[in-house]
T-cell receptor, first 113, second 113 residues
């Protein structure tokens, strides 16, 4: 029962490099999300996808792009990494509807030097 | 706009004593409210939620939360704290028929032996 799987778990990038964070869920959820977690700021929504084929910006989308490849997978891409993107990134999924909570992945700790 | 406030960055309590972690919210219409817990270097885990019905909801690990509509609060409680309860706790709110959860900034609970 894997739930939400994120890869990689850790990554160090140099400023200007690009990378893609991968997320997959096996619960047949329609909605998927990318958050970043920074000390003292809680979780901030980067992008989300309410269903396959749709994506929407969240609170802090600048510097990121996303792809909802299929119902299972939702990737987050940093085209040109900056030190301000050093953070812990969490992917989550849920059933459609306000009464459902999220299932979170275990996170990706990204450091940009 | 939806928002969540967790007024305490940290709560300290002695093992065996009752604990309360505070949360207030702002949302149009009826709220859906959630509590999550995060242990070090882990993703967020669901504790409990309020959708409708009884104002006192019970969740995992002996935690409970009380929904108070007049005070727009959803405080997390436990009658007797354990050292193993030490973690970061997040309150979150969702508005009916929306896709997104809005998270508070988190409260670190420290339970001392």
């Amino acid at each position: 029962n894997a739930g939400v799987t994120q890869t990689p778990k850790f990554q160090v990038l140099k400023t200007g490099q690009s990378m893609t964070l991968q997320c997959a869920q096996d619960m047949n959820h329609n909605s998927m999300y990318w958050y970043r977690q920074d000390p003292g700021m809680g979780l901030r929504l980067i992008y989300y996808s309410a269903s396959e084929g749709t994506t929407d910006k969240g609170e802090v989308p600048n510097g990121y792009n996303v792809s909802r490849l299929n119902k299972r997978e939702f990737s987050l891409r940093l085209e040109s990494a900056a030190p301000s993107q050093t953070s812990v990134y969490f992917c989550a999924s849920r059933e459609t509807g306000g009464g459902y909570g999220y299932t979170f992945g275990s996170g990706t700790r990204l450091t940009v030097v | 706009a939806q928002s969540v406030a967790q007024p305490e960055d940290q709560v300290n309590v002695a093992e065996g004593n009752p604990l309360t972690v505070k949360c207030t919210y702002s949302v149009s219409g009826n709220p859906y409210l959630f509590w999550y817990v995060q242990y070090p270097n882990r993703g967020l885990q669901f504790l409990l939620k309020y959708i409708t019905g009884d104002n006192l909801v019970k969740g995992s690990y002996g935690f409970e939360a009380e929904f108070n509509k007049s005070q727009t609060s959803f405080h997390l409680k436990k009658p007797s704290a354990l050292v193993s309860d030490s973690a970061l706790y997040f309150c979150a709110v969702s508005q009916y028929n929306t896709d997104k959860l809005i998270f508070g900034t988190g409260t670190r609970l420290q339970v001392f032996p």
